[in-house]
């Protein structure tokens, strides 16, 4: 039989090697870009074996993927926590999609910058993650519109389908304005989004 606290420690192990193969990955990024940051200096940074890295990350894009994966997890965690602060599906809405903004607002652009556009851009490294991803949010989304159609709270030209797609549509749309646009006022773009949809998809609320 196994022993528990052997696995514990190992586990424990695993995460320690990882968060700093990380916190030495993004420092890196931020001084030189992603680019131009090679495994051998976030080797040589993080002070591990090159055994260890590989072990963690058979490529610099797994290791990219790893650093997004992490971001979007701690995003999706506060869109959960929106289902348990709000019961009105407008507020669900916006409160998610005014959630992403905020994050970024709060973010060092030189870190993830490079970061979300290799997300969006890259080639078949993270088609297969993104789209998972994508799924993910859209699958959130359409529970909040299947709320708000059960209340009879939802515009009826369009099917959950079609209005799941644009607002996915008009997030990613902001989220890659942020990657490009230098000094890109996310927060209020993002709330002028959110506004547009919300008056869009939902039936106008009673005087």
Known sequence: MSDPVAISRVTRRK???RDRITAAALKLFAEHGVADTSIAAIIKEADIAHKTFFNHFPTKDHLLQHI???YSEHAY???RDSFRQHKDPRKQLQFCL???AKQLAGMNPARYRELLTFYFVSNTTTLQFREQQKQQFAGLVTQILQLAAERGELRTQFSIEVLTEMVVGICVATLLNWCVEENYPVVPKMKQAAGF???SV???EPV
């Open 15 to 17: 995460t320690e090697f």
């Open 197 to 199: 949809i919300i008056a």
């Open 77 to 79: 965690q506060s869109f």
């Open 98 to 100: 005014m959630a992403i």
């Open 68 to 70: 997004v994966s992490s």
């Open 202 to 204: 939902f039936v106008e």
